[in-house]
C-alpha cells in the first residue's frame, strides 16, 4: 500500500497534538474557570454572540444550497470552497459556545454548592 506524500506530515501534526493538547486544555481550564467565576453574566453573553455568530455563517453558507433548491442536503461537498469555510466556521463557533455553555454551567453549579 503506497503512502500519500503528506502522510507523515499528518502523523507529526497528531503527534504533536496529543503531546501539547492536554497541556493547552488544562492551561484554558485555569484561565476559564477564574473569569468565570469573576464574570459570568459576560461569559454567558459571550456564549450568545459566539452561537449567533456561528449560526450566521451557516446560514449564509446554507442560503446558497437552497438557491440551488437543495433543500435537505447534509455536510458541505456540494458547496463552493468559500461557502464550505462558513459551514465549518459556523459549525465550529455554534459547538464552542456549546461547549462554553455547559462549562459555564458547571462552573456556576459548583460554585452554588460549595457555598
Same mark, same amino acid.
Given at each position: 500500500? $503506497?503512502?500519500?506524500?503528506?502522510?507523515? $506530515?499528518? $502523523?507529526?501534526?497528531?503527534?504533536?497534538?496529543?503531546?501539547?493538547?492536554?497541556?493547552? @486544555?488544562?492551561?484554558?481550564?485555569?484561565?476559564? +474557570?477564574?473569569? &468565570?467565576?469573576? @464574570?459570568?453574566?459576560?461569559?454567558?453573553?459571550?456564549? &450568545? +454572540?459566539?452561537?449567533?455568530?456561528? @449560526?450566521?455563517?451557516?446560514?449564509?453558507?446554507?442560503?446558497?444550497?437552497?438557491?440551488?433548491?437543495?433543500?435537505?442536503?447534509?455536510?458541505?461537498?456540494?458547496?463552493?470552497?468559500?461557502?464550505?469555510?462558513?459551514?465549518?466556521?459556523?459549525?465550529?463557533?455554534?459547538?464552542?459556545?456549546?461547549?462554553?455553555?455547559? &462549562?459555564?454551567?458547571?462552573?456556576?453549579?459548583?460554585?452554588?454548592?460549595?457555598?
Amino acid at each position: 500500500m $503506497e503512502k500519500k506524500p503528506g502522510h507523515f $506530515e499528518n $502523523e507529526a501534526y497528531m503527534n504533536v497534538l496529543l503531546n501539547v493538547g492536554p497541556v493547552l @486544555f488544562i492551561m484554558g481550564i485555569a484561565i476559564i +474557570v477564574p473569569t &468565570i467565576l469573576q @464574570f459570568p453574566s459576560a461569559f454567558a453573553l459571550g456564549s &450568545i +454572540v459566539l452561537c449567533v455568530t456561528g @449560526f450566521v455563517l451557516f446560514s449564509i453558507a446554507k442560503y446558497s444550497m437552497f438557491k440551488q433548491g437543495d433543500w435537505l442536503t447534509f455536510g458541505s461537498s456540494k458547496m463552493t470552497p468559500r461557502n464550505r469555510l462558513l459551514y465549518r466556521t459556523g459549525y465550529m463557533l455554534m459547538t464552542l459556545a456549546a461547549i462554553s455553555v455547559l &462549562i459555564l454551567l458547571g462552573v456556576v453549579n459548583l460554585k452554588l454548592f460549595a457555598s
